[in-house]
């Protein structure tokens, strides 16, 4: 089974990068982030002609999670937070979800506790799928190791490099979740600048697989060539593929 996780930063303008991926990856299945997109207007009818099903939680203007897949898409459920930051379900005999952590805003800030406290709650929702075969991909905001950040980033003083919410995400890795392309580079890069070009970025979008779906990995990477496209998403998708 092929994967991708993307934050596609608004589905609606990232439609044909979404059809070019699908066309040259052909991944079986789709876990999207910050669809932006309520889900009456999710451009669902374009996007089923690449041969989806598809589950969405969308809001207007922020946030949104989906997936889509070549298999039936089976036990959605979307009430992990008030927000539309996450949706798993059950497709092609494994279980998948899609996950947007919140950015925090600021270092201490109410946000970056609200941050924190996902994050844990996140922990023990994928303790349910400990003894599955399971995947979440998504945005994690958080750039887990001192060099998944560029080094002209002061890391602790900055948002998503910060002790706590590296110790978050470890807590995830310690509860039996590997992170599978821990040495892939960067995934996302400013607009500003030219950071593509000078590769000034984060790896902030992060698979987590449960011991049985570790077990089943085959290969994984980032796909910085969409990253260059025109019009691009600030986030590169990131690809695994298991067997």
Known sequence: MKIVSWNVNSIRARVEHLCMVAHEYKPDVFLLQETRVDDRLFPSECLEDLGYNMSFRGEKGRNGV???S???????KTDFCEEARYIEAFTGGVYVASVYVPNGRAVGAEHYYYKLDFLRNLKERFLQFGNE???AGGDFNVAPYPRDACEEIDCEAMLCCSPKEREAVKQLRDAGFSDPLDDKGFTWWDYRMGAFKRNIGLRIDQFYLSQKANDRFVSGEV???VRAL????DHAPIFCEIQ
């Open 66 to 68: 989906a997936i889509f």
């Open 70 to 76: 070549k298999h039936i898409i089976e036990e959605v």
């Open 133 to 135: 075969i399971f995947i």
């Open 223 to 225: 796909l910085k060539s």
């Open 230 to 233: 025109p019009k691009p998403s």
